[in-house]
């Protein structure tokens, strides 16, 4: 009898995460519940120099959603990372420099300022990631840290401008 039982259980929520898999490749409402910016792994021990700056508070290496990116409309909103509780939303449409890189420009939903990425594709799998993210308290800033390599840190707002000389 219990064995019927799991199986059911197990066919109903291999069905389920089917259905939910399905959801979220497709755009519309699932897409923004879905980080642009997924943090891989944080960075404590000094071994990317860019995280390794004064002020820095927290500091990650980073994975882009670069084709939940790229299907952006202007005024689609989007979870900007899996480590903040804020939304962007997507001013205009991208503008591409003359080097090829892409520029997309946001407003933070909610209180917080604004927020830009910049991207550049060094390959098919592979992409250069480079922006700022500004609320009252906090600003987020990804840089580029060699190949493949992309992060994410925040440091007190009061402390950018040190930050920056």
Wanted: net charge negative; charged share 20%.
């Amino acid at each position: 009898g219990l064995s019927s039982v799991n199986l059911g259980a197990t066919s109903q929520s291999t069905t389920a995460a089917a259905a939910s898999t399905a959801a979220a490749t497709s755009t519309g409402a699932a897409d923004e519940l879905r980080p642009l910016i997924i943090t891989v792994k944080t960075v404590q021990n000094g071994s990317i120099v860019q995280c390794s700056k004064s002020n820095i508070q927290e500091c990650w290496k980073i994975s882009l959603d670069v084709d939940q990116l790229e299907n952006m409309k202007p005024g689609d909103t989007r979870v900007f990372s899996d480590q903040t509780n804020f939304n962007v939303q997507l001013k205009e449409n991208p503008t591409t420099s003359s080097s090829g890189s892409v520029n997309y420009q946001f407003d933070i939903v909610d209180g917080g300022l604004d927020s830009s990425l910049t991207i550049r594709k060094i390959s098919q799998a592979e992409v250069s990631v480079t922006g700022v993210a500004r609320t009252v308290e906090r600003v987020y800033t990804v840089e580029n840290c060699g190949d493949g390599c992309n992060v994410l840190y925040w440091v007190d707002a009061d402390q950018f401008a040190s930050l920056q000389d």
